[in-house]
Nanobody, 115 residues
Framework: QVQLVESGGGLVQPGGSLRLSCAAS????????MGWYRQAPGKQRELVAR???????IYGDSVKGRFTISRDNAKNTVYLQMNSLKPEDTAVYYC?????????WGQGTQVTVSS
């Protein structure tokens, strides 16, 4: 099993930056994939970014070039650096891990982009 705890959400103005953190309860070396998804009101949950233990990373089309996912294996933590934020990035952001064929989710952190 994997417990995930997100932090770093909040209110930011358009064009601003935020960094989200996701701390895992076990070594992320053993986790197949770590990533971030988001869900805006009235919309389906969508992929933001995902980092595989193989070294491959993938991004949702709407965030390419603005968001960066990274890992700190020593801290069992995954980060999402979000730059050039837009109002349409407003959503609850969820950390996700794929371990032993099972997806695990954090509780979510709210990101609001507004002036």
């Amino acid at each position: 099993q994997v417990q995930l705890v997100e932090s770093g959400g909040g209110l930011v103005q358009p064009g601003g930056s935020l960094r989200l953190s996701c701390a895992a309860s076990r070594s992320i070396f053993s986790i197949t994939a770590m990533g971030w998804y988001r869900q805006a009101p009235g919309k389906q949950r969508e992929l933001v970014a995902r980092s595989f233990s193989s070294g491959i990373t993938i991004y949702g089309d709407s965030v390419k070039g603005r968001f960066t996912i990274s890992r700190d294996n020593a801290k069992n933590t995954v980060y999402l650096q979000m730059n050039s934020l837009k109002p349409e990035d407003t959503a609850v952001y969820y950390c996700n891990s794929l371990y032993g064929g099972t997806n695990y989710w954090g509780q979510g952190t709210q990101v609001t982009v507004s002036s």
